[in-house]
């Protein structure tokens, strides 16, 4: 049986437009841990041994955690933190992570007009992308996880933590 078909070969401003747009999610992921950290610590101030130990096994485990999972635990931080416009920064996380599935599982087809590609995947609901896509339209996905890590960093801030991890003071 003949294998199938290898996909087409991304031209370059388009692959690095991808990568370039894939790398941003690494950002916010790690925006997202240190905010996770600083939002949190306030919460085992004082505490006992105890719920010290448990909540730094906690910031160990998000070492390994989805951008899901590190956006589920963020807006519960900052739901509790009474983090300000909350509604629309869940929504816009999720726009964004549901992007992030999107280009990072995707493979890759010629689209209807030149220049355009079309990303092949099917998420978890059975839905498609309905459109082709260009170089600048991962361009501004790029620029749109930057702003949100943007934001996940200025309430990070807003905490007086300016997010290092425990263990990683030289960071």
Known sequence: MPLPR???????EMAEALGHAVASFGFLEEALKRAIFSLTRQD??????????RWLRRMEEIADDTLGTLI???LAA??????????????DLAATRLMRNLLCHASW??????GHWHPTFINTRGERHPHDMTPAD???V??????LARRVVSIMR????DGQWAGHEDD
């Open 142 to 147: 790029r620029a749109e996880t930057l702003r």
């Open 44 to 53: 085992i101030e004082p505490a006992d041994e105890a719920a010290l130990e």
């Open 158 to 161: 807003a905490t007086g933590i």
């Open 109 to 114: 087809r010629p689209g209807a007009q030149p």
């Open 6 to 12: 290898a996909p087409d070969r991304l031209p370059g």
């Open 72 to 74: 589920d635990s963020f």
């Open 78 to 91: 900052a739901r509790r933190a009474g983090v300000e416009d909350h509604a629309q920064l869940a929504a």
């Open 138 to 140: 991962l361009h501004a």
